[in-house]
């Protein structure tokens, strides 16, 4: 366990997540010892490694034995160790509150601001974000940024190229980066250079995304990438429904740029021009950036090149959302009405986790304040001047993170001096609540969160209009126009102080708060993470013990004190709350966030393609500066009801029939551990062998609900001549990993189940499927779900027995539940899809604050 030098303790994953992310490293393992507390590599898998936390017992030249926290012993060359240097909370702290108060410029200075900046980050009441906590101090080479807007590519190859280069140099030191593709002329348009059409900008957003899967699959931090597309390009549909065909973009966040013409033109149902310059002007590639609004104002030619009704796009964005939680929207055209920097530098595009709109070649670093620390149990209310000092404290910490950081790209630098963005966020918000009683989503609470975050904001420009007074105010400071944006109008008729402050000393910097997820960092403190609520109070943590019920820590301290009792109505999970209660919390927070918010807008499994409709549009309508959902459970049901989609597996299959190779037709599944005894065992069996069965119109079958380790899996057996000749799987939500894996595994099975009379298919079929097991395991005796392909043998069986005792099929699918008694992982109430994590390989990844987040391992793609 590792001490944080206030009584706390780090253990389990929260120790792990610090080690391995955030402790500053010893880089020669060379120098391990006994009795040194390290990582171990316990999986040497390239896509799914797996470490533990352990005390290194013995050494024998480069062999080593540590004791992980479970009590094994595992033998490991020291080449696999990650040893740290620091081995304590309080020695990155040390570390950090050196590293930002270096930057001041006396003496004297120096040693006040780093007594007061470890003041705040003792016992995690400022909690750095986790480019600040890995990179400070401990390498020339990492960002100290979270969040990076790089502009939009011009428009030619060689632009499209350096954008790529500037892509990949920004993640590969740790930042997740942004990019506007409307720059980018449309599909089909002419290229005079090379004589032919132009792929379009969503083919290039494909390449974008694919170097930024192999950045993170080549190195320790992984890579995140926001693409955008603004309403009025051409190419704005296939880039809303570009991730409903696998594998065109798949290691991207997507919004849309929705402007408010276009929303006026939904609600009115008018027609919308798709729009793109005119590319034979003689200054096209001199002039043109992707800002419609300019090119317009230097009186050039805009070609319309179709034009749509509105809410036939809109209608696609919503259905695509609804479907797989993608794309985000964000309202653009008003988040630059409220900007700061309204009046000399534009927001494009948003990081990837979309808290941080961003100009060409803006960044901005993070980091949170830890609400739950902040409850004062005597006068059982929010402990307001502690928080405050904190805020002001914190506010001066984020800005020396602007000087302290090394600059890899001199724009960064150049746009970043000039107006010195900072994010100063929360987390334990929900714990927070639950201590004060408050209901999250409740109309007290929305007064709560009222003053709450308007208090915080309050203090934290007080604090920028003070270091102004005293270093200068940022480069493009103009307090007349600065005062008149949006936000700065709704601070000061509340604070009319904070316009005052601005007036006489200046503004250090340009915008102060950012809400992120805060995933990684907050797992590891222990709280509830970003602005959300909890995710569940109760799980099931699969163990050498078996499944053992678990709380959050909130949670078990009260059921120790009330066993035998039910949890009061104020600890509310995120799937407790209706998708209005968390637009209307994100909504009022907003109020107070001059930057965004990263906020998703849980919905049940049932919700509607026109609520969230309806979502989307309150949303607008209360000011949030973007909107994402997460259905629970969202999927593609098309095959199950087009028959176009049904008749896809014979299709597939005529086509290996034509094509396969002799030699091709004994086939190994390596996923399903299916081996060449399979077929030995069928005799003479071959694909090849016998006539393929044509599937005809209609089959009747039956549905199969069960819970897995990867969430429910939908299995639909159908039969032909009485015994089954195809399967359906629907696991995850389209997009995921899960969703191809499943879809994938019952084309094969189907495949197999129509080729040939090689004896009882369904019978070997089973054998080979039943019991193979994963990383988690569902249920107890008879009701354990090992894998999917474990569940569809248990389908296969049950669909057995369901056959010989029905008579006639009432319909062409009948849904026969099986639902088992325990849920890894998350708990039944809320339970949802889960992907596959590419840190731990566990079906542990799941959809939250916007972001995906292994409840694993602590990974977390936007972290």
């Known amino acids: 366990m590792t001490e944080n030098g206030s009584g706390n303790r780090l253990e389990g994953l929260s120790e792990k997540i610090f080690l391995d992310r955030y402790a500053m490293k010893d880089a020669d393992t060379q120098n391990t010892k006994v009795g040194d507390t390290v990582l171990v590599l316990t999986k040497d898998d390239p896509k799914f490694p797996a470490k533990e936390v352990g005390e290194v017992i013995s050494r024998d030249g480069n062999q080593v034995q540590v004791k992980v926290r479970s009590g094994d012993v595992v033998t490991s060359s020291v080449e696999k160790l990650t040893l740290t240097v620091e081995k304590t909370p309080a020695q990155m702290w040390e570390r950090l509150a ?97 004589n032919g059409s132009s792929s379009g900008a969503v083919s290039w957003g494909g390449l974008f995304s694919y170097t930024t899967g192999l950045i993170e699959q ?86 319309v090149h179709r034009t749509v009704r509105a809410r036939d796009v809109w209608h696609t964005i919503i259905e695509s959302a609804w479907k797989s939680a993608e794309p985000g929207v964000v309202f653009m055209e008003y988040y630059n009405q409220m900007s700061n920097s309204w009046y000399f530098n534009p927001i494009i595009c948003t990081n990837p986790c979309g808290e941080q709109g961003l100009p060409a070649w803006g960044v901005c670093n993070l980091s949170a304040i830890n609400l739950s620390k ?8 929010v402990a307001w001047d502690e928080l405050g000092k904190v805020v002001r404290y914190s506010t001066r910490f984020l800005d020396n993170v602007i000087d302290k950081t090394p600059y890899h790209f001199e724009e960064n630098r150049v746009n970043q001096q000039s107006e010195r963005r900072v994010g100063l966020g929360t987390m334990g918000l929900a ?56 936000f700065m109008k709704n601070m000061t008729a509340v604070y ?31 709280t509830s993470t970003g602005i959300e609520p909890y995710f569940a109070f109760e799980y099931y943590r699969q163990s050498r013990l078996g499944f053992d019920k678990q709380y959050v820590p909130i949670a078990q301290q009260w059921k120790d004190a009330h066993p035998n009792e039910e949890l009061p109505d104020y600890f509310v999970t995120a799937m407790d709350l209706s998708a209005e209660d968390h637009i209307r919390a994100q909504a009022v927070i907003q109020k107070w966030v001059d930057s965004s918010i990263s906020k998703t807008a849980n919905c049940p499994a049932d919700f509607t393609v026109e609520e969230t409709k309806r979502l989307y549009e309150l949303a607008f309508d209360l000011g949030c500066k973007g909107v994402t959902i997460y259905r629970d459970g969202s999927r ?72 897995t380790p990867f969430g429910m899996a939908y299995i639909t057996i159908n039969d032909m001549n009485g015994t089954p000749s195809e399967i359906f799987l629907n696991v995850g939500k389209a997009g995921s990993d899960v969703f191809a894996m499943s879809e994938a595994l019952g084309r094969v099975i189907s495949l197999f189940l ?58 062409a699918t009948q849904e026969v539940v099986m639902e088992t008694t325990a849920q890894y992982a998350v708990t039944r109430n809320s339970a949802t899809s889960l992907d596959l994590c590419p840190s731990c390989g566990s079906a542990s990844l799941i959809n939250t604050e916007g972001c995906k987040s292994c409840s694993n391992c602590g990974y977390s793609r936007c972290s």
Request: with cysteine.
């Open 636 to 707: 593609d049901v098309q095959v199950l009801s087009t028959d176009k989609k049904e008749e896809k597996p014979a299709a597939a299959a005529e086509t290996i029939k034509a094509e396969a190779k002799p030699e091709e037709t004994a086939v190994v599944s390596k996923a399903a551990s299916v081996t060449v005894a399979a077929a030995s065992e069928s005799k003479s069996f071959s694909v090849l062998d016998k006539e393929y069965k044509r599937r005809p119109q209609i089959l009747r079958g039956a549905t199969y609900k069960f819970n």
């Open 218 to 303: 080549g190195g320790s931090r992984r890579g995140a990438l926001m693409l955008m597309m603004n309403d009025w390009h051409p190419d704005v549909v296939d880039f809303i429904t570009v991730k409903q065909t696998m594998g065109q973009i798949t290691n991207a966040n997507l919004s849309v740029c929705v402007s408010n013409g276009f929303m006026k033109a939904v609600k009115e149902d008018l027609d919308w021009e798709l729009v793109y310059p005119d590319t034979t002007d003689a200054e096209y590639d001199d002039l043109w950036d992707g800002d419609l609004d300019k090119w317009k104002k230097l009186g050039k030619k805009v070609n």
């Open 754 to 811: 129509r080729y040939g009379d090689h004896g009882n298919k369904v019978q070997l079929l089973t054998k080979h499927l039943k019991g193979i097991g994963g990383s988690g395991a569902i249920g107890f005796g008879a009701n354990r779900v090992e894998s999917i392909a474990d569940a569809v043998a248990k389908a296969l069986e049950m669909h057995g027995d369901f056959s010989d005792e029905a008579e006639t099929y009432v319909t």
């Open 98 to 194: 050196g590293a930002m108060a270096s930057v001041e410029p006396t003496e004297e200075k120096r040693q006040e601001w780093k007594e007061k900046f470890e003041y705040i980050l003792d016992d995690w009441k400022l909690v750095p974000g986790g480019r600040i906590a890995a990179g400070a101090d401990a390498s020339d080479e990492l960002t100290l940024f979270n969040c990076y807007v790089i502009p939009s590519p011009h428009d030619s190859r060689g632009g499209i190229m350096s954008t790529l280069s500037e892509m990949t140099e920004i993640m590969a030191r740790g930042g997740g980066v942004g990019i506007n593709l409307s720059s980018l002329r449309p599909r089909r348009a002419v290229v005079k250079g090379v």
């Open 431 to 486: 714990e927070l609540m639950i201590k004060l009683e408050i209901r999250y989503g409740s109309p007290e609470s929305l007064v709560f969160l009222d003053q709450l975050y308007g208090f915080m904001a309050k203090e934290a420009y007080l604090a920028s209009a003070d270091i102004a007074a005293e270093k200068g105010s940022f480069k493009q400071f103009d307090a007349e126009p600065f005062l008149q944006s949006g």
């Open 496 to 526: 009319p102080e904070v316009g005052a402050a601005v007036q006489k000393k200046g503004m250090r910097n340009v915008t102060v708060i950012t809400q992120a997820p805060t995933g990684s960092t907050g797992t590891m403190v222990g």
């Open 374 to 381: 902040f409850y004062d149990a005597d006068k059982q209310d």
